[in-house]
């Protein structure tokens, strides 16, 4: 694929204690055969460690997938971490087990998407192509 | 302060969203790419070793860095790793996933980690490699660590870039015949035995050993997963660094670097250029290639020359 048209750096990971990384590795391998360029963290890592991550890889978008009910403590965690690293901008997508309830808290905290589970493939890769690619204008514009 | 001057002081401060940003501005080869590779520090860059880690995919290489970086930092030395995996020659994505083996070092501000995607290339580098291992010694990292993807006999461009190059190989690649083949273990400075504690490694030390009769090279054994030689490694690594720095080995192999970076960009863009040329032609391509070869050099070289003089 040619530099115009990359589809960008992500990160996929997954915060917690939560062990379950079957999704987190299908959206990874996925958004690899869609183009983009995965940084695949593994499972069971700080907000803190994700967010240094995302800021150290310059990414585009950041994915995490969470399964253990802990998204309203650790997500938002997160965000934290990465506006105090002035990295607040980059994009934040959730996906796994999130009660409709909580999407519009998440929201709320900063999240720009929320995708439960039975999403289509597509749906995602189309997300994560809007997202990733609003944000890499944005940085061009003020480059 | 203009822009790129803000930039150049974030990069000597070691802010991590700085360095994180000027390594993407490079990779994408975007217009303040030669801004920063201008104003770097040329004194950091040369007081800083690069070191290549390569070797067959699934040998150790991650996790062997993850254990020099925690040896390192005992020491009280900032590390930069730049950690390349292969671009998808299907879809040009890729999974950078060396870091998973790293991420005990994630929140440490004495780390500084880059994966990237080698974007096509072959070789076993990506092109903005040296340049973020440069921008990495310019935010005070000493050592920069450069881990290749998992290479085999020909990926040789690390040789192009590191001041020492550490092959580590693990037992069960093959026999004593694979150790005495011709290729990127003729080069490396260092082989590793990791997986030491697997059965076969004495056996390949032995191999590889007698391979190496005769040349400077070292052999050394290493279990990463259980920490086990690496403060030998470490040892081995800083005296050959020593020795090359005191020799002027070190200074005459820096100056070569530029030339190889020149050459591999050039072809690289060549590459391209006859890519399209090849694609554009509309009938079917029959006969010899080795003359086909020289009338598509041909014709580039003439197109080149022409829109030039335009």
Same mark, same amino acid.
């Given at each position: ?18 062990? @379950? ?18 940084? &695949?963290?593994?499972?069971? @890592? ?33 965000? @934290? ?23 519009? &808290? ?28 609003? &944000?890499?204008?944005?940085? @061009?514009?003020?480059? | ?42 004194? #950091?860059? /040369? ?8 070797? $067959?995919?699934?040998?150790? %290489? ?14 009280? %030395? ?10 998808? $020659?299907? !879809? ?16 440490? $501000? +004495?780390?500084?980690?880059? !994966? ?8 076993? /580098? #990506?092109?903005?490699? +040296? ?6 010694? #310019? !935010? ?9 993807? +998992? ?19 693990? $037992? ?44 400077? #090279? ?14 030998? /490694? ?13 020799? +002027? ?24 250029? /006859? ?19 020289? %009338? ?15």
């Amino acid at each position: 694929m040619e530099a115009g048209q990359r589809r960008g750096r992500v990160l996929i990971g997954k915060v917690g204690l939560d062990g @379950h990384d079957r999704g987190a590795k299908f959206i990874a391998r996925s958004l690899r055969d869609d183009g983009f360029e995965v940084i &695949y963290t593994g499972i069971r @890592h700080t907000p803190e460690e994700i967010a240094s991550v995302a800021v150290q890889e310059d990414v585009d978008a950041i994915g995490i997938s969470l399964l253990s009910g802990a998204h309203n403590e650790l997500i938002p965690a997160m965000i @934290h971490a990465l506006c105090q690293a002035d990295a607040g901008d980059i994009p934040v997508i959730v996906g796994g087990a999130i009660p409709q309830e909580d999407i519009s &808290y998440l929201k709320d905290k900063g999240v720009c998407e929320v995708l439960t589970t039975g999403t289509p493939t597509q749906t995602i890769l189309d997300v994560f192509r809007m997202v990733a690619n609003e &944000y890499r204008q944005k940085k @061009h514009t003020y480059e | 302060m203009n822009e790129i001057d803000g930039i150049l002081k974030g990069i000597r401060e070691g802010n991590p969203r700085t360095i994180g940003r000027a390594i993407s501005a490079i990779e994408e080869g975007n217009h303040r790419a030669a801004a920063i590779l201008q104003g770097i520090n040329e004194g #950091c860059v /040369l007081a800083a070793t690069i070191l290549g880690i390569t070797g $067959p995919p699934g040998a150790g %290489k991650s996790t062997l860095i993850n254990q020099l970086i925690s040896h390192y930092r005992i020491h009280g %030395k900032r590390v930069g790793i730049v950690a390349i995996d292969p671009s998808s $020659p299907v !879809s040009g994505g890729a999974i950078l996933g060396d870091r998973i083996r790293m991420m005990r070092h994630a929140t440490d $501000p +004495g780390v500084i980690i880059r !994966s990237m995607s080698t974007r096509g290339r072959v070789g076993g /580098l #990506c092109a903005a490699a +040296g340049s973020a291992a440069k921008i990495m010694a #310019c !935010s005070g990292c000493n050592p920069v660590i450069i881990e290749t993807v +998992g290479v085999g006999h020909l990926e040789i461009d690390i040789v192009g870039l590191a001041d020492i190059v550490v092959f580590v190989l693990a $037992p069960g690649f093959g026999d004593d015949v694979q150790a005495m083949k011709a290729g990127l273990i003729e080069m490396a400075d260092v082989l590793v035995v990791n997986k030491a504690d697997h059965a076969g490694a004495d056996a390949l030390i032995v191999d590889l050993k007698y391979a190496t009769q005769g040349r400077d #090279c070292q052999v050394c054994s290493t279990s990463a997963t259980e920490s086990r030689g690496i403060e030998d /490694l470490a040892n081995i690594i800083g005296n050959i660094a020593q020795r090359k720095r005191q020799t +002027g080995q070190f200074i005459q192999k820096r100056e070569k670097m530029l030339e190889s970076e020149i050459l591999h960009r050039a072809v690289e863009l060549m590459r391209t250029k /006859l890519k399209d040329r090849l694609m554009a032609q509309e009938e079917q391509i029959i006969g010899d290639p080795q003359d086909i070869v020289r %009338k598509l050099l041909e014709e580039v070289c003439v197109t080149q020359l022409e829109s030039k003089k335009r």
